[in-house]
């Protein structure tokens, strides 16, 4: 049961524009949503309660979600899904096709054995981890459109939704704002809703800022939570969205004998990816594609991310290397704010 935070209720000085902000825990983070001038608490229920849906449905770790029952079944028998989770799924196979199968929903087997930020995390041995090998091919997976249904053919297979389920969240909560503003009885000197959407980090800003100043987004330093490299600065119009995803080393990992184990996996060896990056920005218009792509991007390294990056229309991206080298991949302003970093030419 998601607990309750806080809410808080401001005026923004100098504006008569009220602004309001809801935080709850959902979806196994801390989920943010901050309107301005359409802030009535009914807006913000449907809101939480739809992530909160989206978390019943797609969690490994609710025992009666879609897709535990998914995972319960596996080499056992198909199971029936609602539309959307099977829609789901299949969008995340485009990004397994797209990024060589990098990204891999099936890597459920290696997350639980590791259970990086879990009661049981640990480092799994070798044969532990061979053994779970076999199960990630995505080619096992079983997708029965006219039935509805999803089969996972091999005993020991799981589904792992992780890496895009707060990027959808993301997506359909700026669709609950916008609907709500429609049904608006009346519009003020504006015709479209503004907000920000935080799904712990995975960032959503919809429309222009009250001031008509871009929005600035701080993109955090990898290397100590409390500090950021520098911000994403987004000039967008009324009835514009952008979002901006971060996958890293940073967001879930232990340190065991000096070696640093996060929970972004390679399907190829079964351990965290272990490249020369520290984490992948992704700036789209929509949050599930952003969500997907960090992960993907992460995953594959610098020169096989950068060219999928190219070959994909509105999209950028910003890489952080280990030597604490940052480099820009498409049209995104970004501005370097911590001198320990360096943007390469
Ligand atoms: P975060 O959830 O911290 O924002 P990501 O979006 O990159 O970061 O998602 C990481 C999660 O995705 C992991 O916790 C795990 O559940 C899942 N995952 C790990 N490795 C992969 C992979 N190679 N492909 C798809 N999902 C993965
Ligand atoms: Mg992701």
């Known amino acids: 049961m ?9 005026s923004l000085i100098g504006c008569s524009e009220p602004i309001t902000s809801k935080t709850e825990l959902g979806l196994g983070t801390v989920c943010t949503i901050t309107l301005y001038e359409q802030g009535k608490p009914q807006i913000y ?4 309660n739809r992530i909160f849906e989206i978390e019943a449905l797609m969690s490994v770790h609710i025992t009666e979600s879609e897709l535990h029952r998914i995972n319960e079944a596996a080499g056992f028998t198909p199971v029936k899904v609602r539309d959307e989770v099977f829609n ?5 196979l485009v990004y397994t096709e797209l990024s060589d199968s990098a990204f ?3 890597i459920g087997p290696i997350v639980s054995l590791w259970d990086i930020g879990g009661e049981a995390q640990r480092v799994p041995s070798r044969d532990e981890i061979e053994a779970a090998l076999g199960l990630l091919y995505v080619r096992d997976i079983e997708l029965d459109r006219d039935n509805s249904t999803v089969f996972l053919k091999k005993h020991g297979m799981a589904l792992d939704l992780g890496a895009i389920a707060k990027g959808f969240a993301a997506d359909e909560a700026a669709r609950i704002i916008r609907e709500a503003w429609d049904l608006l009885p009346q519009r003020q000197q504006q015709d ?50 952008k979002t901006i995803v971060t996958s890293g080393i940073y967001q879930r990992y232990f340190i065991e004998d000096g070696i640093l184990y996060h929970h972004i996996f390679s399907s190829l060896d079964g351990y965290p990816v272990n490249n020369n990056l520290l984490s992948v920005t ?10 997907a792509l960090s992960t993907a991007v992460f995953v594959l390294g ?14 950028s991206c910003i890489f952080v290397f280990d030597d604490q080298l940052i480099r ?11 001198s320990d970093y360096n943007l390469a030419l």
């Open 192 to 241: 479209y809703p503004r907000a920000i959407i935080d799904l712990g980090g995975n960032i959503l800003v919809l429309g222009e800022k009250p001031d008509s100043s871009a929005w600035s987004i701080g993109i955090q330093d990898p290397l100590d939570s409390r500090e950021i490299i520098g911000y994403v600065s987004i000039d967008q119009n009324k009835n514009e969205q």
């Open 104 to 106: 891999n929903p099936a």
């Open 88 to 92: 789901i799924i299949e969008r995340a």
């Open 282 to 291: 992704i700036i789209s218009e929509s949050s599930i594609d952003a969500d």
């Open 328 to 338: 820009i991949e498409g049209d995104v302003d970004f501005v370097l704010t911590n």
């Open 302 to 315: 610098y020169e096989k991310g950068k060219a999928i990056m190219q070959s994909l229309d509105g999209v």
């Open 2 to 10: 998601p607990i309750k935070l806080l809410c808080i209720l401001t």
């Open 45 to 48: 229920d449907k809101i939480f």
